[in-house]
């Protein structure tokens, strides 16, 4: 998705987002910088962003990556608005017929009738073809 002429990109990011860049040829995986890193525009080179806590409204986070060309001058650049969304499954772990969100028992199952834990029921059939 770079713009022709692009050789390599910069990335800004808002404090609720996380950003990785993984570079071909290189096991590890680095964590970028909010600004003034410059990455090579190599195939193979892979930006990974996500949000590190939920959001306090819609598209209250950003990330935005600027190409440029050989000699560093700017090019272009692509934004994304990111909105991230809490979830919890919140469970009757006691079994007491009382749902609690922060109820000790989640973590862990205990077969029988004094045990704890929830108990989930999932449907994994094939309804539709």
């Known amino acids: 998705a770079a713009p022709a002429g692009a050789v390599s990109f910069g990335v800004k990011y808002t404090e609720g987002v996380s950003v990785e860049v ?3 040829g290189q096991a590890e995986v680095r964590s970028a910088p909010s600004s003034g890193t410059r990455w090579p525009l190599d195939e193979g ?3 990974m962003f996500s949000m590190s806590r939920a959001s306090t409204e819609v598209n209250d986070n950003k990330v935005t990556v600027s190409f440029y060309a050989e000699g560093g001058q700017p090019i272009n650049q692509a934004g ?3 909105t ?3 979830i919890s499954l919140d469970v009757d772990a006691d079994r007491d017929g009382v749902v609690e969100k922060n109820n000790p028992n989640k ?4 077969w029988g009738p004094e045990g704890h834990g929830a108990i989930l029921l999932v449907s994994c059939d094939k309804e539709r073809p």
Do not use: K, N, P, Q
């Open 22 to 24: 993984a570079c071909r």
């Open 45 to 47: 080179t892979v930006l």
């Open 80 to 82: 994304v608005f990111l």
């Open 84 to 86: 991230g969304i809490g």
């Open 107 to 110: 973590a862990s199952w205990t």
